[in-house]
């Protein structure tokens, strides 16, 4: 690892490879003199969003993918060059459709002495222990911060308290199982530039504003969270919850994946609500705007209600939800906290977990006179966050 890096660890991958590099860099908050919080850096770069997404795969249960950051459609590494241009970094996206071409740009960073955030495939990734047949379906961005050719390796930097080893043949492969990312690498350079917090905070937050009341399509955006409630318990629908999600395998998934996404998903939990309340009050010191600390209870207090609706969905009545439920608040914990050395416990927890599947294959989930009140539950937890943001957005909007 390079001697300057430090592994600071973080919650999201995108605002933890920014505020990574830029310390590298020497670049801090200029309230604070230290790094960046991935707070502050999230709400920099328009703050939450909002995004509801059906996936039925081949062979396999459907599962749900919910948008938590601004624009999270945007495939990875692209949310860092606004980030950076509002607080005058300069960041630097290299595309290419050729391996050779972007291993050979890699490495060139590399021996420069300075890392580069690379989007890869993340179940083509060794240390994250996903199933094969998941590749290509689960977009991931991380650090790429030593190397040691004599070895043909690299080090990696993922969130974790310690670096995650990869060969450089096995990143290559990473980088380009997903074709549409065209092999991305992004690297910053300091800038003398003062940085104007302020400005760089209001251009944020009327972004998110834009994002949540004005997205392109009814899935993103709050519009999105309406769309998902009027799904949930609908069995006229052929895309709603009865039809998609029938008891059984296909429940046990989307239930799973609900709580993943909203938990456990590189997202600070709460669907990053809880993260942009923390902006929002940091935001407040800057601009000397106590009206911002009113506006993070609001998003506080809707935090709490996604994790209600999270538990809502693996509760613990339900002893095999609740052993999956605690099962997944594990692994994102070893994750996050022990990096490589928990390992081996992530992959005896997945192993419990691909049980759990199995039994559920066999004995059911939930008969249909379960799961419609679990459904109906999920819908007015649904609209009732709906209504609170829609109402926080338009307060903060003003």
């Known amino acids: 690892m390079f001697s300057e890096y430090r592994l600071l660890g973080g919650e999201h991958p995108e605002t933890a490879a920014v505020r990574n590099m830029l310390a590298f860099h020497g670049v801090t908050a200029p309230h604070t003199g230290e790094p960046f919080t991935e707070a502050m850096l999230l709400g920099i770069g328009g703050g939450v969003g909002g995004g509801y997404w059906v996936f039925e795969f081949d062979g396999i249960p459907p599962a749900i993918a919910l948008g938590a950051r601004h624009e999270w459609q945007r495939s990875p590494g692209l949310f860092i060059p606004k980030i950076c241009n509002r607080i005058g970094v300069t960041a630097t996206v290299n595309e290419t459709s050729g391996r050779k071409g972007a291993e050979k740009s890699l490495l060139e960073v590399l021996r420069s002495g300075n890392p580069a955030a690379v989007a890869v495939d993340m179940a083509s990734i060794p240390h994250t222990l996903m199933p094969g047949h998941l590749i290509k379906y689960y977009y991931h961005l991380l650090v790429v ?63 998110c504003i834009d994002g949540l009341l004005n997205p392109p399509i009814r899935n993103f955006g709050l519009p999105a969270w309406q769309k998902w409630a009027d799904l949930i318990a609908n069995p006229k629908d052929k895309k709603g919850w009865p039809n998609v999600f029938s008891p059984g395998p296909n429940l046990y998934s989307g239930l799973q994946s609900m709580f993943q996404w909203i938990e456990c998903a590189g997202n600070g939990g709460s669907l990053m609500r809880g993260m942009f309340a923390d902006f929002l009050d940091e935001a407040s010191d800057v601009i000397s705007d106590r009206g911002l600390a009113d506006h993070a209870r609001r998003w506080r207090d809707i935090a709490g209600q996604w994790t209600a609706l999270a538990h809502a969905a693996l509760p613990n009545t339900a002893p095999l939800l609740r052993e999956t439920r605690e099962l997944l608040l594990r692994r994102d914990e070893i994750y996050l906290h022990v990096g490589e050395q928990g390992l081996d416990e992530v992959h005896e927890i997945n192993e419990r977990l691909t049980e759990l599947q199995s039994s559920v294959a066999k004995d059911g989930l939930l008969g249909q006179a379960q799961s419609l009140p679990l459904f109906q539950e999920v819908r007015e937890r649904l609209l009732a966050i709906h209504a609170a943001e829609l109402d926080a957005t338009t307060v903060l909007a003003g």
């Open 145 to 207: 911060c030593g190397i040691d050719e004599t070895a043909g390796t690299l080090e990696l930097d993922d969130r974790a308290p310690t670096p995650f080893e990869v060969t450089i043949q096995k990143l290559a492969d990473a980088r380009q199982m997903i074709t549409s990312m065209k092999h991305r690498m992004v690297t910053i350079a300091r800038s003398s530039n003062d940085i104007d917090l302020a400005s760089a905070i209001n251009a944020g937050i009327a972004d």
